[in-house]
């Protein structure tokens, strides 16, 4: 009896100990899955300038995607923030449209670091800015794309699709040349809008009943200053959140009047970055 006994509380010491140490296995397991997708540092930051500029950088594993450069004020600070992330080359840098507050700083930049390639819009405003940028990106005999029609790039996990004006618009002609990119990845979202307008607006909208534009995250157009039908776009994009790249009353009143746009983050008040969490919402962070 007591050799049963005895028996019997080896067999349940060795059965708690089994437990406890699955248990902790399982822990170790999920933090090792946290840690490793920390390591991989996947991300999308929309970088703060020193003023209404866009500049957003898209970092997944190896590749590193700039999408416009901010105003030329700007390079000195993109380029630090750059350096703290250990990017030391941009596999794609994308300019939405010509004007200096997306393409100024991107003489800098090019001249600072290897760009592969640069991706932009047809149309083009001869500006001191985009003179220079350009200047730039031959002088250094970057492979250059002009995106003329719908175009798709795959790489890895990774796809960017491309929407150019589809014919060119009268007024306000450079904001409504504007690029729109859509990030996607993992099964998430990203829509930069550049600076389009009304105009753009209603030519870019689904006619079909598509879904297109629907992404987790967007770029509100124009810095979120008011644009008419600047409503019916966010419907049709029905983001999770949203990044407002312009300050002040006027664009904070504008953005208070629209619904829709989920969880709203100011690129001007700090860099608002988004992590690509495996099977999860993004986490965000905002840093000064």
Do not use: W
């Amino acid at each position: 009896m007591k050799n049963t006994k005895r028996v019997l509380s080896i067999l349940f010491a060795v059965a708690l100990i089994l437990t406890i140490f699955c248990g902790c296995a399982k822990k170790e397991d999920t933090s090792e899955l946290s840690e490793t997708a920390l390591e991989r540092n996947e991300f999308v930051s929309f970088i703060e300038t020193d003023n209404d500029a866009d500049c957003a950088l898209i970092h997944i594993g190896d590749h590193n995607i700039l999408i416009d450069t901010g105003e030329k004020k700007d390079a000195e600070d993109i380029l630090k923030f750059l350096d703290e992330k250990g990017v030391t080359s941009i596999e794609y840098m994308i300019i939405s449209h010509f004007d200096k507050d997306h393409c100024g700083g991107g003489a800098e930049i090019l001249n600072s670091m290897h760009v592969s390639q640069v991706v932009h819009p047809e149309y083009v405003e001869e500006k001191d800015a985009s003179t220079e940028f350009l200047d730039a990106v031959r002088n250094k005999g970057v492979t250059e794309t002009v995106i003329k029609e719908v175009t798709e790039f795959r790489f890895d996990a990774i796809s960017l699709n491309f929407y150019p004006a589809s014919f060119e618009y009268e007024n306000d002609t450079s904001n409504n040349s504007s690029l729109v990119v859509k990030l996607t990845y993992l099964e998430k979202s990203v829509l930069f809008t550049g600076d389009i307008e009304a105009d753009r607006i209603a030519d870019i909208m689904p006619s079909d009943g598509s879904d297109y534009l629907k992404a987790d995250i967007l770029k509100i157009p124009y810095h979120g200053r008011e644009i008419d039908d600047e409503q019916l776009f966010i419907n049709a994009v029905m983001p999770t959140f949203t990044v407002v790249t312009g300050k002040g009353g006027k664009v904070e009143k504008n953005i208070e009047s629209l619904e829709g746009l989920g969880d709203v983050y100011y690129s001007q008040k700090g860099t608002v970055t988004f992590y690509f969490n495996y099977g999860t919402d993004f986490e965000v962070t905002v840093a000064k």
